[in-house]
C-alpha cells in the first residue's frame, strides 16, 4: 500500500462543531488525495459521512448533484481526466457482493470514497485513510473525527 504524505497532517482526532466545519475539514482533506487513493469512512447513521463526501466532492471539481449512493451502491463522476468514485457499502450483505460491482478493479485510478467500509473489512484493508465519525451527543451533537493510516489496523476497520 503506497502512503500519501500530503494526508499525514490530518492524522488524529478533530473536533467539528458544525456542518460548516464539516464541509471545511473534508475540503482540505480533498485537497490532499490523489488518484489512487481509497478513503474509507466509518460511523453511525447522520455522523458526516456523505456530508463529507459532497464536500470532497466539490473541492475536487465536481459539478453535478451528488446524491447518496445508498441504493446505486456506486456513483461514479468524472473531473478531467480523474474519476471519483462515492460508494456506499451499508446495504451490501457481505464483500462478495462489493466484488461483483467491478469497481475494485479501477481503485489505481480513481480516488474512491467508501461509506460504511467497516462493513467489509477485507476491503478497508485496502484503504490509504479511515475517517471515523461520532456524534458527541453529551457536547451539542458535535462531531468527533478520528483519521488514520489504513494501514494503521488495530484489528478494526
Not at 123 to 138: K, L, P, T, Y
Amino acid at each position: 500500500m503506497e502512503h500519501f504524505p500530503e494526508v499525514l497532517n490530518f492524522y488524529g482526532v478533530h473536533t467539528l462543531h458544525s456542518v460548516a466545519e464539516t464541509e471545511a475539514f473534508s475540503r482540505n482533506l480533498a485537497a490532499a488525495v490523489k488518484p489512487g487513493m481509497v478513503i474509507g469512512l466509518v460511523g453511525d447513521l447522520g455522523a458526516g459521512k456523505s456530508v463529507c463526501v459532497r464536500a470532497a466532492g466539490v473541492a475536487l471539481g465536481i459539478t453535478d448533484r451528488m446524491p447518496s449512493p445508498s441504493y446505486t451502491l456506486v456513483e461514479e463522476y468524472r473531473v478531467g481526466e480523474t474519476v471519483v468514485f462515492h460508494i456506499d457499502l451499508y446495504r451490501l450483505a457481505d464483500a462478495e457482493e462489493f466484488y461483483l460491482l467491478g469497481v475494485e478493479e479501477r481503485f489505481g485510478e480513481a480516488i474512491t470514497f467508501i461509506e460504511w467500509i467497516d462493513r467489509a473489512p477485507e476491503i478497508a484493508r485496502r484503504a490509504d485513510v479511515i475517517v471515523e465519525f461520532s456524534i458527541d451527543h453529551d457536547n451539542g451533537d458535535y462531531r468527533t473525527v478520528r483519521v488514520r493510516s489504513g494501514a494503521d489496523r488495530d484489528g478494526a476497520a
